[in-house]
């Protein structure tokens, strides 16, 4: 039984392993996937309904991001955080990978330093290596109260004149949204050195009460050294349409430095599906927070009472929790054990970098009676 007004219902068990995305067909099938991030929502309802009518109108053929993408894009921007963007300087990509690599290639040269902050989303190790550039780790500050940018840490990386700084705002796996303090600094320093900065904001429709979210290219003085990349596929579940958006604000980083072919390689379903959830999909999106908000206390709960070895911070944004299990073993231990002992799967901590030793993230997009039933059977694997 889901709690709450306005939580949003999610399939039982038995439904959600008949979906065919890599989430559901990775493990054996008595493995609950707390994996990758995917949801296990419903898809919003305008989303559904847009994606229904295209297939009876047999409408699969290419897609077409100007002009809707950059005008939906703008107007969610606009009306959810106050980001004033020039459609002009929205271009659709395939999705969010492909556009931070199509930026590195655009806006670096080939053995460039680019600087990446683990523990973080694993591609950001693959990305500046696919776009020819080595990377430089600043990892995140371990702080009291969570994970934070390591802004003299930054600063002295940044004296040494790479190309570019990859930021996760908000921040997988730790959930951190980082504050508009930290960011006007981190302009300043980028500013300094000159330094770009490749913003990933997928995450960002997906804070949680209790924090606000700062895009990067509000902080004053970003436009001539920021680029956004988003998209609505974390937070609306549309990660197989294939969409996301570049966002620029300066002529010196104007996206048309892509390559002109990159607009051809966007879903055509994806382009709909986010134009309908940037225009239509916002109530749905804040019962969405609702229901991760409930989701974030009740793990929260489960872990105080069954699993009390393994500690964390709730996160600010997303649905993903990094758990520290290193009181139960170093590298993956932990992580093993809850798989082959209680048939959970959680990624590994060591995929988001060397200070994810002993960590492991677990997905908590799912639905209450799922995630009870996850703890449970992880704590049964530590008896
Ligand atoms: C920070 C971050 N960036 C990018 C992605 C993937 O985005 P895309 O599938 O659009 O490349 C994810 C997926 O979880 C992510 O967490």
């Not at 390559?259 to 940037?278: I, K, N």
Request: glycine content about 8%; charged content about 20%; hydrophobic content about 45%.
């Amino acid at each position: 039984m889901e709690s709450g007004g306005r939580s949003l219902p999610i399939d039982p068990l038995d439904v959600l392993r008949q979906r065919r995305s890599a989430k559901w067909q990775t493990y054996a099938k008595d493995v609950l996937p707390l994996t990758v991030a995917e949801m296990d929502v419903n898809l919003a309802p305008p989303v559904a309904e847009v994606l229904a009518e295209a297939v009876r109108r047999s409408d699969t053929g290419y897609g077409q991001a100007t002009p809707d993408l950059g005008r939906a894009v703008a107007r969610f921007a606009a009306r959810r955080w106050g980001w004033e963007v020039d459609t002009a300087q929205v271009t659709g990509v395939t999705d969010v990978g492909v556009g931070v690599v199509e930026l590195l290639r655009a806006l670096t040269r080939p053995g460039d330093a680019v600087v990446i902050s683990p523990p973080v989303y694993p591609p950001f190790f693959d990305w500046g290596p696919e776009a020819g550039v080595r990377l430089l780790e600043v990892p995140l500050a371990s702080v009291d109260d969570g994970w934070r940018l390591d802004l003299a840490a930054l600063e002295r990386a940044f004296a040494t004149h790479p190309a570019a700084y990859v930021l996760c705002n908000p921040h997988n796996p730790v959930g951190r949204v980082h504050a508009a303090g930290e960011l006007a600094d981190l302009v300043r320093l980028a500013r300094i050195y000159k330094v770009t900065l490749i913003s990933d904001e997928i995450h960002g429709p997906l804070v949680l009460p209790g924090a606000t979210f700062t895009p990067l290219l509000t902080v004053p003085g970003a436009a001539d050294v920021a680029v956004t990349v988003m998209s609505a596929s974390k937070a609306w579940n549309l990660a197989g349409l294939k969409c996301a958006a570049v966002v620029t604000a300066s002529p010196r980083l104007a996206a048309d430095r892509l390559p002109p072919d990159t607009r051809w390689r966007v879903g055509h379903l994806g382009v709909l599906a986010t134009v309908a959830a940037y225009t239509e999909g916002e109530a749905w999106l804040d019962d969405l927070l609702v229901t991760l908000d409930q989701r974030r206390t009740q793990l929260g709960r489960l872990l105080a009472i069954q699993l009390p070895q393994v500690t964390w911070h709730p996160p600010e944004a997303t649905f993903l929790a990094w758990l520290d299990c290193s009181a139960i073993g170093p590298d993956d231990t932990a992580r093993e054990r809850f798989l082959d002992r209680g048939r959970v799967a959680l990624e590994p901590g060591l995929r988001f970098g060397a200070a994810g030793s002993g960590y492991a993230r677990l997905n908590f997009g799912t639905s209450e009676a799922i995630l009870d039933e996850a703890i449970s059977r992880m704590a049964t694997a530590l008896e």
